[in-house]
């Protein structure tokens, strides 16, 4: 079992920046896959991106290819999205999500995560 702690979110013109952050907690993220999802009013939860901690393999959706980059800290007990670029689309409650690698099927489907951090708000103002 692993804890997840979202944060990083906030306010921000369109064009600007943000970079969440998701911790975990007692624990590292070695053999984990971490994903970004986000849910925006009246919307399905979707994917965003996702990282293969151990290998450091990542996957983005379509929307936010070459603007958002997922990555970790050396310790890898931290995984960062790092949100450049931002449209007003983008605004959305933010969660990170872990399952065991291989666990899964789509590594940016929100079904196949099993533990889920508290979401964090970015809005961006147009």
């Known amino acids: 079992e692993v804890q997840l702690q979202a944060s990083g979110g906030g306010l921000v013109q369109a064009g600007g920046s943000l970079r969440l952050s998701c911790a975990a907690s007692?624990?590292?993220?070695?053999?984990?896959?971490i994903g970004w999802f986000r849910q925006a009013p009246g919307k399905e939860r979707e994917g965003v991106a996702s990282i293969i901690v151990s290998f450091g393999s990542t996957y983005y959706a379509d929307s936010v290819k070459g603007r958002f980059t997922i990555y970790t800290n050396n310790a890898k007990n931290t995984v960062l999205l790092q949100m450049n670029n931002l449209k007003s689309e983008d605004t959305a409650v933010y969660y990170c999500a872990a399952v065991p690698d291989g666990d899964y099927n789509n590594a940016l489907s929100a079904y196949d995560y099993d533990y889920w951090g508290q979401g964090t708000q970015v809005t961006v103002s147009s």
């Open positions: 007692g624990s590292t993220f070695e053999d984990w896959t």
